[in-house]
T-cell receptor
Framework: AQSVTQLGSHVSVSEGALVLLRCNYS??????LFWYVQYPNQGLQLLLK??????LVKGINGFEAEFKKSETSFHLTKPSAHMSDAAEYFC????????????FGTGTKLQVIP | ETGVTQSPTHLIKTRGQQVTLRCSSQ?????VSWYQQALGQGPQFIFQ???????GRGNFPPRFSGLQFPNYSSELNVNALELDDSALYLC???????????FGQGTRLTVV
């Protein structure tokens, strides 16, 4: 069975500081991994995904994540936080292949302090 | 290319009533999944439809049911509403075999 753990339900960073949101997963097979962002009263927007190949994945808005199989982690980073990055971020895993049951973490709310 | 659209955006129902939520898939997508997102939680998988048939289900009771139409649009029906059904319901469309799903803006259901 697949599962996702996001460490820290709330993270605060100063504008311009490094953003690091942590995600660990559990999967019985090589997983597909995702990061989604959700702004208030909005749906989910895909930031980036890992399927196969290069373990460092670049996404939209300057975000990137690294798949580390040995640590079962997929942490999200951004070198310099912007006010517009304030939102809730969800890590998700899919180990079902074409059957797309995606399991989400409980989310991390990012606050950016001016 | 149109995205995933859901209707209505908000609605309020009384406990015991029935509700139907609608979703139009992104152009070219043949698979639709529904998720329930309770306040302060991550989305929970309800079920998925492919070729008009249910293709997997999460831990939700049978009073949660769905349909997929030939044009790949979909409905989520919930019978005998309970207070705990209050949540944001998200629809996601995708192309079978491709990992990426695109989400709609959601329908906020409040049960009173």
């Amino acid at each position: 069975a697949q599962s996702v753990t996001q460490l820290g339900s709330h993270v605060s960073v100063s504008e311009g500081a490094l953003v690091l949101l942590r995600c660990n997963y559990s999967s019985s097979v090589p997983p597909y991994l995702f990061w989604y962002v959700q702004y208030p009263n909005q749906g989910l927007q895909l930031l980036l995904k890992y399927t196969t190949g290069a373990t460092l994945v670049k996404g939209i808005n300057g975000f990137e994540a690294e798949f580390k199989k040995s640590e079962t982690s997929f942490h999200l980073t951004k070198p310099s936080a912007h006010m517009s990055d304030a939102a809730e971020y969800f890590c998700a895993v899919n180990d079902s292949g074409g059957y797309q049951k995606v399991t989400f973490g409980t989310g991390t709310k990012l606050q950016v302090i001016p | 290319e149109t995205g995933v659209t859901q209707s209505p955006t908000h609605l309020i129902k009384t406990r015991g009533q029935q509700v139907t939520l609608r979703c139009s898939s992104q152009s070219g997508h043949n698979t639709v999944s529904w998720y329930q997102q309770a306040l302060g939680q991550g989305p929970q998988f309800i079920f998925q439809y492919y070729r008009e048939e249910e293709n997997g289900r999460g831990n939700f009771p049978p009073r949660f049911s769905g349909l997929q139409f030939p044009n790949y649009s979909s409905e989520l029906n919930v019978n005998a509403l309970e207070l705990d059904d209050s949540a944001l319901y998200l629809c996601a469309s995708s192309l079978r075999g491709v990992s990426e799903a695109f989400f709609g803006q959601g329908t906020r259901l409040t049960v009173v």
